[in-house]
């Protein structure tokens, strides 16, 4: 909040991940990574956010120069807590890298990384990356436990998991939604700055852009289907103006 009361700006980071699977659904380069992310700059995001996952199903090592040439929006890298992703972001240094949890098998990032049970695993990976300028971003679940970790870790920015509010329905989703709020407020009262993310829509981004402490969104998938009826500068757009609207 500033001075006023008032929520501050709501930066909106456009994950183009599904952009590149629906690429490497065909092995070639289309549709275009970086033509997206000139789109997606042009229609008023803050950021562009690409998830490198270790199988490579989407987004792949090469995109990230191809990235960064195409806009000059900081890149969120999200990463698993590896070695390999380690040396990957310090090689090519984004503006921001997001410790996300893996599994292989997965169909999509089912939970927040477990920061207080890995403290001591995931010490060394945020402070390199923040000896090399990188802000570190810990995708957690809105638990009081997980920002106490980020708190020990030294970590700038959690970035909260929305799967389960987007899921939840009825009196469900009002308890996981005070829960985000809540763990806002506790984050940004304790120095550090939150954002969310995850199955994030038009329809159930309003109460989650509202909340004042929430400094950034950060969303994809539903964009980028969305994209395919009413096109990526739309879709963006619209989104742009729903989180507007809640401030
Ligand atoms: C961490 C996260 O939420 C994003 O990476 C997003 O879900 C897109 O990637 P996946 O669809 O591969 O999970
Ligand atoms: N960290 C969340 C993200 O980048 C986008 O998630 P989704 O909108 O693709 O579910």
């Known amino acids: 909040m500033n001075a006023a009361g008032q929520p501050g700006p709501l930066r909106l980071g456009v994950n183009i991940d599904h952009v590149a699977t629906i690429r490497n659904a065909r092995g070639g380069d ?14 008023g995001a803050d950021g562009i956010t690409a998830h490198l996952r270790e199988d490579r199903r ?30 990957i972001a310090l090689r090519h240094r984004p503006a921001a890298a997001c410790l996300v949890p893996e599994k292989r098998e997965e169909r999509t990032t089912e939970g927040g990384l477990d920061a207080a049970g890995q403290q001591e695993r995931l010490a060394g990976t945020v402070a390199r990356l923040q000896d090399a300028g990188i802000r570190v971003s810990l995708f957690i679940e809105a638990e009081e436990r997980q920002i106490a970790a980020a708190m020990k870790l030294g970590a700038p920015v959690v970035e909260l998991h929305t799967g389960r509010y987007a899921h939840a329905t009825g009196p469900a989703r009002t308890r996981e939604l005070q829960r985000i709020c809540d763990m806002a407020a506790l984050a940004a009262k304790n ?27 950060n969303i994809g998938h539903f964009l980028v289907g969305e994209a395919l009826f009413k096109g990526l500068d739309e879709a963006v757009r619209q989104m742009r103006s729903i989180m507007d609207e809640a401030r």
């Open 191 to 217: 120095g550090i700055e939150p954002h969310a993310g995850h199955g994030l829509t038009y329809d159930n981004v309003q109460p989650i852009a509202a909340i004042p402490q929430l400094r950034e969104l």
């Open 58 to 87: 989407h987004v792949r090592d090469a995109d990230l120069d191809r990235i960064r040439e195409a806009t000059d929006l900081p890149l969120n890298l999200e990463m698993a807590a590896t070695e390999e992703m380690l040396e």
């Open 30 to 43: 289309h549709p275009d990574l970086t033509r997206a992310v000139r789109i997606v700059s042009d229609a």
